[in-house]
């Protein structure tokens, strides 16, 4: 995506219905975006951090699909109701000493009590994650998601041609990336980010995203399927 593209993205983001929309939802809904980032409502679609469905009733650290909790947290014996979120989203390093949820917590009870009263809804088995805050990100294209950093990471199954990767070359300091649209850009080897993605969000084998990351248009992430994709999928050629 050229630089001028970009820009208007960035204008439409900020002026279009869907961010005025978000500003109508709930106040908890709203703070709930300082978690979405890292957290969704969906069972078992884990990011940096676990699915926060079904939350309430919850062991802390017991997700069994979530593979990255801290020793700190597993040992914790805390039981997820009203109170211990309370406690935990006021402080969680005070709490949970050495745990690994890179967050400093909400001062004002008054936000985190409508925070809990939104989770506690979105949260329940069965409730719908689409009118959510992490999800209206998702309606701006997948594009949005990657390029603000927030809400559910795009899915990246089914890639408009100018997100489909189709070639990579390296040459001295330099990454050529053309997609299925026939374009080529070129990126400093500093400025691309080779990642993998193996789960339900991810490409399909054999087809990488290329998804801009940054604000200044010169860095992006190319998505694999899988580790052994990437060496493969990158031909050294001047
Ligand atoms: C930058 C990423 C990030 C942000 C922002 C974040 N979290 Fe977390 N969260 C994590 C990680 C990582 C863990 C796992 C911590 C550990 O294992 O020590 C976690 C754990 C949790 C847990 C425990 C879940 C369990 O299965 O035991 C809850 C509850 C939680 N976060 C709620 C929230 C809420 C609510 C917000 C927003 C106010 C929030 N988090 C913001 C990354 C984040």
């Not at 950093?149 to 990336?177: E, F, M, W």
């Not at 990126?187 to 990351?213: H, Y």
Request: with cysteine; aromatic share 6%; hydrophobic share 35%.
């Amino acid at each position: 995506m050229d630089r001028l593209l970009f820009v208007a993205l960035v204008a439409f983001f900020v002026s279009s219905p869907a961010g005025a929309q978000q500003d109508s939802a709930a106040p908890g809904e709203r703070n709930f975006r300082a978690c979405a980032a890292c957290h969704s409502l969906e069972p078992d679609r884990n990011m940096t951090g676990p699915s926060l469905a079904n939350l309430w009733g919850r062991k802390a650290g017991s997700l069994p699909s979530f593979d990255r909790y801290s020793d700190a947290l597993k040992a914790s014996g805390i039981i997820w109701d009203d109170r211990s979120l309370d406690a935990w989203l006021t402080d969680p390093a005070h709490m949970v000493p050495d745990n690994e949820m890179p967050f400093e917590g909400i001062k004002d009870s008054r936000a985190r009590a409508d925070l809990l009263a939104f989770l506690k809804e979105a949260t329940k088995p069965g409730a719908a994650p689409e009118r959510t805050a992490e999800n209206r990100m998702n309606g701006m294209g997948g594009m949005m998601g990657g390029m603000m950093g927030g809400g559910r990471a795009p899915n990246l199954k089914d890639l408009d041609p100018s997100q489909h990767v189709t070639g990579i070359t390296h040459c001295r300091d330099t990454y050529r990336v053309t997609t299925a649209d026939g374009n080529t850009r070129h990126f400093w080897e500093r400025n691309l980010r080779l990642k993998t993605d193996s789960g339900q969000d991810g490409p399909q084998s054999g087809a990488p995203a290329i998804v801009p990351a940054g604000m200044m248009g010169d860095r992006a992430d190319v998505i694999f399927a899988a580790p052994e994709e990437i060496s493969k999928s990158i031909e050294p050629r001047c």
